[in-house]
């Protein structure tokens, strides 16, 4: 996933989950803010690129290389904040120059794309961007540290490591990451500082309502799967009171005969059918209906022994629910 | 005491040993009604009724006639009562409803008796011919009820047959069918004229004999049938009560 150097850090390893992102977003436009805000998910990050509290750019990649930007971009977030539980926030302070560059290079082209750096030519490439003249970042990454290169006219500007809240002169880091093994390069195309947007999209992104279209969507598929387990549940408890009541059927048949079938019956009907069977106060009244009405049909030492085994089948059957 | 010493003595005695027996019946049975359902109650209530209906033969002043008529109608009360509970059984056995309280039977019971000994104060000593209508009253009620309720208890058998009680209802199969050979033979002498109490009648009141002498044979047989079967009712009706009580200790 893309990762930025991390500049001078405001706030690290927010949790996500304890945040809104309007809250976010306007603390951070207020305090006028210049950086970039990256908010790291399992399978995606996203970040917002501040600029004296405007919103200037926003990106989202997704592990599968996936990559969107402006509203998109900030509307995933917005699903991303509300749907999922985990993710951190990082807010890094940047000089005004370093973030234009990264607003350049989020509003640039990909090039080339985490290639294996022990398998291109290196020297080839940097030779490429001097002579194509090319405006660009050349980023070097590991799975854990970054560093960026920016190119001016295929010369270097300077380079952007973790710690830094300007563009740098000194080449140290850069070098360091490349030398680690399975460091990668992706090489990014980017427009002219003067040529780039200058757009707020706090302006025109409505980030409150999306929010709370979020939100919306979130508790009703909240409800939704609550029901559905509602159901579920409703279900289970409706397939144990029958197996239930076939049970208790077969104690008073097997005690009464036949028509004990008969007798329960009526006396579920009574009590407002088979559910009655795991209230404390009905199953007693529907015992005793059992009780009267057996007795015309076994004898009392029957009668006994099937009654503490009803008692005990409805009892240890309430207790489990 | 001497009366009753004296009335021992010119009592028949079979029809003493059939008074012994349904007492003992109708002792077992009130006996069993103390502490069962409601349903049980009415029946078992019934068949005690039938020793006070049977116990004039024993009854020191069964010669008023007012008293000899009341033995009649606790006899019918007596049916009614048990017809009664084995409807309610049945109804029990169709719809499992038990309703109502012991205590209502008992009262509506004495209600009826008390009724019917009003009936009798308020109205002209009965005469001979009197008692004998009461008699045929009694035992036409008595033969349709039995009937009745041999259906009924056909029809429980059938929803209980495989209940522990079932074979209980058997047994009342065979008390009522003889009750049935018990009342409907005295009643058939009854309606032909060729029972002891319409001889005696016509005797004092004309001195003729009605036409008993060309049918010995049918009247012979049906005062066996009565005599025996009536017997055997009282003997079948306690050893019930005590099969059925075995079966519900």
């Known amino acids: 996933m893309f990762l930025l150097p991390k500049g001078i850090p405001l706030f690290e390893n927010l949790a996500v989950g304890m945040l809104k992102l309007p809250e976010v977003i306007s603390k951070l436009s207020a305090g006028s803010f210049t950086g970039y805000a990256s908010f790291v998910f399992q399978d995606s990050t996203v970040i917002l690129v501040f600029e004296a509290g405007k919103l200037v750019s926003a990106m989202s990649e997704e592990q599968n290389g996936n990559r969107q930007t402006g509203f998109e971009a900030v509307s995933a977030l917005c699903y991303r904040m509300v749907g999922k539980s985990g993710g951190s926030l990082n807010v890094y302070k940047l000089s005004k120059d370093l973030t234009t560059c990264i607003h350049a290079l989020f509003q640039g082209e990909i090039l080339y794309k985490a290639q294996e750096l022990k398998l291109i030519d290196i020297k080839s490439l940097l030779k490429k961007i001097g002579t194509d003249r090319m405006n660009g970042c050349l980023r070097i990454y590991t799975d854990d540290r970054s560093a960026m290169i920016f190119y001016k006219d295929g010369s270097p500007l300077g380079f952007f490591h973790d710690g830094s809240q300007d563009i740098e002169t000194s080449a140290n880091e850069s070098q360091k990451i490349a030398g680690l093994p399975g460091a990668k390069i992706d090489l990014f195309s980017t427009h002219e500082a003067g040529r780039l947007m200058g757009l707020d999209l706090l302006e025109v992104v409505n980030i409150q309502n999306i929010w709370e279209t979020a939100v919306a969507q979130k508790r009703s598929e909240i409800i939704k799967i609550n029901k559905a387990r509602e159901e579920r549940q409703k279900e289970n408890i409706a397939a144990k009171i029958a197996e239930l009541e076939e049970t208790v059927k077969s104690i008073v048949v097997n005690k009464v005969g036949k028509v004990g079938r008969g007798i329960v019956e009526k006396e579920l009907a009574d009590q407002g059918g088979n559910a009655c069977l795991l209230d404390e106060t009905k199953s007693v009244k529907f015992l005793a209906g059992i009780e009267r009405s057996a007795k015309l049909l076994i004898s009392a030492t029957s009668l006994k022994a099937m009654m503490e085994l009803l008692s005990k089948t409805i009892t240890s059957a309430r207790i489990e629910r | ?249």
């Open chain 2, 1 to 249: 005491m001497e009366q009753f010493i004296e009335l021992i003595t010119r009592i028949n005695t079979f029809d003493l040993i059939g008074v012994i027996l349904w007492g003992l019946a109708g002792a077992i049975s009130f006996n069993f009604s103390i502490g069962n359902a409601r349903v049980w109650t009415s029946i078992s209530l019934g068949f005690f009724l039938i020793f006070i209906g049977q116990a004039y033969a024993i009854n020191p002043w069964a010669h008023d006639y007012g008293l000899s008529a009341f033995h009649n109608i606790v006899g019918t009360v007596a049916i009614v009562v048990i017809t009664h509970g084995f409807l309610e059984y049945y109804v029990f056995c169709r719809t499992f409803e038990i309703s109502g309280k012991k205590i209502a039977v008992y009262l509506f019971s004495l209600l009826i008796l008390v009724a019917g000994g009003m009936f009798l104060y308020i109205n002209p000593t009965p005469s001979p011919n009197t008692i004998r209508n009461f008699k045929i009253v009694e035992n036409a009620i008595w033969v349709f009820l039995s009937i009745m309720n041999l259906e009924l208890i056909r029809k429980i058998y059938i929803a209980i047959k495989d209940s522990p009680i079932s074979k209980a209802f058997i047994a009342f199969g065979i008390v009522f069918f003889l009750i049935f050979l018990w009342k409907g033979s005295e009643l058939y002498l009854q309606i032909f004229q060729w029972d002891r109490d319409w001889q005696d009648i016509t005797a004092v009141m004309n001195g003729k004999v009605p036409d008993i002498g060309n049918f010995t044979g049918r009247v012979n047989i049906s005062m066996l049938v009565n005599k025996y079967a009536g017997l055997l009712s009282s003997l079948s009706v306690g050893g019930t009560f005590i099969y059925l009580y075995r079966l519900l200790k």
